[in-house]
């Protein structure tokens, strides 16, 4: 059994900042791509993702403003977001690709988080 677990979330004032954590547990042999997803009344949106190596991607509406990175010694990944807007308020989510014992690989999501930006 595996379990993502997100934390960091909040109320912040626009200009503001948040570290988002998101922590894996349980029978881990290894992850992959970890990510970050958003939810407004709406459907999910790409945030920002990381591969096991560090490489980087993200969408366009946070670049330069928000920074994904991971520990892989901690099995934990991070969103660091700068220069909030009032539109980034969402349930921020967190998904992972992680092998099992069997090195089949599967797709895990936190429970998500709130992030409120005020104006």
């Known amino acids: 059994q595996v379990h993502l677990v997100e934390s960091g979330g909040g109320l912040v004032t626009a200009g503001g900042s948040l570290r988002l954590s998101c922590a894996a547990s349980?029978?881990?042999?290894?992850?992959?791509?970890m990510g970050w997803y958003r939810q407004a009344p709406g459907k999910r949106d790409l945030v920002a993702t990381i591969?096991?190596?560090?490489?980087?991607n993200y969408a366009d509406s946070v670049k330069g403003r928000f920074t994904i990175s991971r520990d892989n010694a901690k099995n934990t990944g991070y969103l660091q977001m700068n220069s909030l807007k009032p539109e980034d308020t969402a349930v921020y989510y967190c998904?992972?690709?992680?092998?099992?014992?069997?090195?089949?690989?599967?797709?895990?999501w936190g429970q998500g988080t709130q992030v409120t930006v005020s104006s």
């Open positions: 591969t096991s190596g560090g490489n980087t």
């Open positions: 349980g029978s881990i042999f290894g992850i992959g791509v």
């Open positions: 998904n992972a690709n992680i092998r099992d014992h069997t090195s089949t690989w599967y797709t895990y």
